[in-house]
């Protein structure tokens, strides 16, 4: 697999939304390839920090202490 596939595709890989086809060469190739595979962790660190950063909790009383 070249690196351009697995790089258009590694978000989706790393989201689950793969079959288990491509799954399996996705992972056959980072298992290979030092560069796809560390572009596989940065962007895993990187869904990571989005992810917890979604998750928030709101302060309904912040406007009100401000104010």
Do not use: P, Q, W
């Not at 056959?28 to 962007?43: N, P």
Request: with cysteine.
């Amino acid at each position: 697999m070249e690196c351009s596939k697995v790089h258009k595709d590694l978000i989706f890989y790393l989201e689950g939304n793969l079959d288990e086809e491509m799954s399996s060469n996705i992972r056959e190739h980072l298992s290979t390839c030092s560069a796809c595979s560390d572009f596989a962790a940065m962007l895993r660190d990187s869904l990571g920090i989005i992810e917890r950063e979604r998750l928030v909790n709101e302060d309904h009383d912040f406007a009100d202490r401000v104010i």
